[in-house]
């Protein structure tokens, strides 16, 4: 059990390894072609190999009309939308606050829940939201940056992106399925591509792509790694550990988006961005540990 344990965790820490590496990779990849058709093409290379994974386990299955919403809503908004926001935001701005920001996804999934789902604002959540948006208005720090339309753009799209994000995990928050997780995900990624290919279509036509090597390698490790491996391992993380260990677990990605942006872009950590992450992080603390609670007194 303890062995079986330390693997679950070994897979969780791939996962925030691949996931936080992605955001610098995304950038690169983004150098040799339009933003929208990078999510595109990204998200067939994922959708080629997912099924293909599927097939070899023996696990492909046609889905019936119970997984239709389950795959449409992800397909959807925390697919073909999310991936384009976030493509388009990083034209504009510099990946590791961009991960920063999109990875506020539980702060804005909270007064959803709230206001929709008849769930109860108590301390831990309030303290949380407050953190977590005051770490908001920090990371748009406007004497850290040189403020601008596109700027300004650039981070409003990256927090569409989160919010886009938190609307799914609310809307699917009790959806049934009789299929799982890796079973519903190639569909999945089959609804995001070809949205995705029709964003990029309607944006650009005649998008002028250059296959150099750094293009390739980039999108292997976005649409093979992260858009696929990845998503594989979280599934059975999310299956065998719980809940609250893979939530806080996850809030390593942005983190290693940071530190890996740094060091394979230069880009700089500036002093607004570390206390950010910190007003942040404490905030998705906060709002992540409320859940534990929650386990601890229904365990009792």
């Known amino acids: 059990m303890l062995n079986h344990n330390k693997n679950l965790y070994f897979l969780l820490l791939a996962v925030v390894l691949i996931w936080g590496i992605n955001w610098p990779m995304n950038r690169i990849g983004m150098d040799y072609m339009p933003a929208l058709w990078h999510s595109a093409i990204r998200m067939i290379v994922g959708c080629g190999f997912m099924f293909l994974l599927v097939t070899i386990r023996g696990q492909l299955t046609l889905p019936g009309k119970q997984e239709l919403p389950l795959i449409f809503i992800i397909g959807i908004l925390q697919l073909a939308l999310f991936t384009s926001c976030i493509n388009l935001g990083l034209q504009h701005?510099?990946?590791?606050?961009?991960?920063?920001?999109?990875?506020?996804?539980?702060l804005f999934a909270t007064p959803i829940a709230i206001l929709f789902l008849n769930e109860k604002l108590n301390r831990n959540k309030l303290m949380g939201l407050i953190l977590g948006f005051l770490g908001i208005m920090i990371l748009f720090s406007p004497w850290d940056l040189t403020w601008s339309v596109e700027m300004?753009?650039?981070?409003?799209?990256?927090?569409?992106a989160a919010i886009l994000f938190a609307i799914a995990i609310c809307c699917t928050k009790n959806m049934q399925s009789s299929l799982s997780p890796l079973q519903l995900l190639p569909w999945q990624l089959l609804v995001g591509a070809v949205l995705a290919l029709i964003f990029a279509l309607i944006d650009d036509p005649n998008p002028t792509i250059e296959w150099s090597q750094p293009a390739i390698l980039a999108m292997i490790y976005t649409g093979i790694l992260a858009a696929g491996i990845a998503y594989w391992l979280i599934t059975i993380v999310g299956r065998k550990l719980p809940a609250i260990t893979v939530s806080l677990g996850l809030l390593g990605v942005p983190l290693t988006g940071v530190i890996s942006s740094h060091l394979i872009l230069d880009e700089p950590i500036t002093a607004s961005m570390k206390i950010a992450m910190l007003l942040i992080f404490t905030g998705l603390l906060f709002v992540a540990l409320e859940g534990r609670t929650k386990t601890i007194c229904s365990d009792k």
Not at 152 to 160: A, M, P, Q, T, V
Request: proline letters at 9%; one cysteine or more.
């Open 93 to 106: 701005v510099n990946p590791g606050r961009s991960a920063i920001l999109v990875y506020t996804v539980p």
């Open 152 to 160: 300004l753009y650039g981070h409003g799209i990256l927090l569409c």
